[in-house]
């Protein structure tokens, strides 16, 4: 399903399990099902999938006020809107919350999604996030310890001052984790608020200066750099 654009290889098991999925004519709602795409007829919501010929590979500068969903049950913008003019079916890789701007990837390879998303290849994102308040060092310490969140600490993070003052900061985040929420939740824990959120690169991979709710294509290096980086962080955590 990941590789025919459906969706990640996350979410098309959720797809899967609610049965929505027929092989043949057959509701398959569990996990491992082998299809052969030579004769097999799989249909995902009444609509024959096959995989896509060509492979897309997007980065957009989500603005604020999208969910990065490919549909949305509360008819909110999602971030499809912004890639309309992309004639094929690419989803969203990983998620960016409705008040976080900046860099998502989008396309309809699953296994590169897989690499993006998959936690042991802990691919790193990095944030800049404006707080309401300076933290102290103590603080700024814990986020690079880890903090606790739903009883679990978070994988240390790198922090960097950017620019503190007295009605605010700017501190730039990288974390290769993908909890809810998480950046926020993390500064929420050492008591500062963030104002604003933007996510600025995935990998080596940056935003640059691409405008608010433009799109470009990743070219082959940076799509390369993401394949081998992801499976890189992978093998060295075995």
């Not at 974390?175 to 809810?180: A, Q, T, V, Y």
Request: hydrophobic share 35%; charged share 30%; with cysteine.
């Amino acid at each position: 399903m990941a590789m025919c654009g459906v969706a990640s290889r996350r979410a098309s098991e959720e797809i899967i399990s609610k049965g929505r999925v027929h092989v043949n004519g057959d509701v398959v709602d569990y996990m491992g099902y082998e299809v052969d795409e030579d004769n097999d007829i799989v249909e995902v919501d009444g609509i024959v999938i096959k995989p896509e010929a060509k492979k897309y590979y997007i980065l957009l500068n989500k603005p604020k006020g999208y969910v990065t969903t490919v549909s949305d049950e509360f008819d909110r913008p999602t971030v499809m809107e912004l890639v309309s003019d992309v004639h094929a079916r690419i989803y969203p890789v990983g998620r960016l919350d409705y008040d976080t701007a900046g860099l998502l990837i989008m396309t309809n390879d699953g296994e590169f999604a897989n690499v993006l998303t998959h936690p042991s290849h802990a691919v790193n994102k990095g944030y800049i996030a404006q707080l309401n308040t300076m933290p102290d060092t103590e603080g700024l310490n814990k986020l690079r310890s880890g903090v606790l969140l739903d009883g679990k600490l978070t994988a240390p993070a790198k922090v960097e001052v950017l620019k503190p003052g007295k009605r605010g900061v700017e501190i730039k985040v990288t974390i290769h984790e993908g909890r809810n929420r998480q950046v926020r939740r993390m500064f929420e824990a050492i008591g500062a608020e963030v104002i604003s959120l933007k996510r600025i690169s995935v990998g080596n991979v940056t935003l640059g200066n691409l405008p608010e709710g433009k799109w470009r294509h990743l070219n082959d290096a940076e799509r390369q750099r993401l394949m081998g980086r992801g499976k890189k962080s992978a093998q060295k955590r075995k």
